[in-house]
């Protein structure tokens, strides 16, 4: 049984930072790519990026500038650093396995994600 807990979310103003923290535990195969989705108000899950074996991180073109991917492999530890945080990036963020075939879609069951609050 696998699960994957993102935190470190929280309120910051327009142009702050946060990193959020994703770990893994259980059955987890080692290694997997780890994507962030994130949940705006009113609107449905979405992907945000993709972060690979080597930390590389692919992402919607919304974040990808801003958002940049890392990860501790031996302690199962997936990292997303966001800078230059905008009231739009506002929302709950997960952390899952995207499959490969739809990185829209996940693995897991879905956690409770971190609340990330950014203010004009």
């Known amino acids: 049984q696998v699960q994957l807990v993102a935190s470190g979310g929280g309120s910051v103003q327009a142009g702050g930072s946060l990193r959020l923290s994703c770990t893994a535990s259980?059955?987890?195969?080692?290694?997997?790519?780890i994507a962030w989705y994130r949940q705006l108000t009113g609107k449905q899950r979405e992907f945000v990026a993709r972060v690979a074996l080597d930390g590389s991180t692919l992402a919607v073109d919304s974040v990808r500038r801003r958002f940049t991917g890392s990860r501790d492999n031996a302690r199962k530890v997936v990292f997303l650093q966001m800078s230059r945080l905008e009231p739009e990036d506002t929302g709950v963020y997960y952390c899952?396995?995207?499959?490969?075939?739809?990185?829209?879609?996940?693995?897991?069951?879905w956690g409770q994600g971190t609340q990330v609050t950014v203010s004009s």
């Open positions: 259980g059955n987890i195969v080692s290694d997997n790519a």
């Open positions: 899952n396995v995207p499959l490969s075939a739809n990185w829209n879609q996940a693995l897991h069951s």
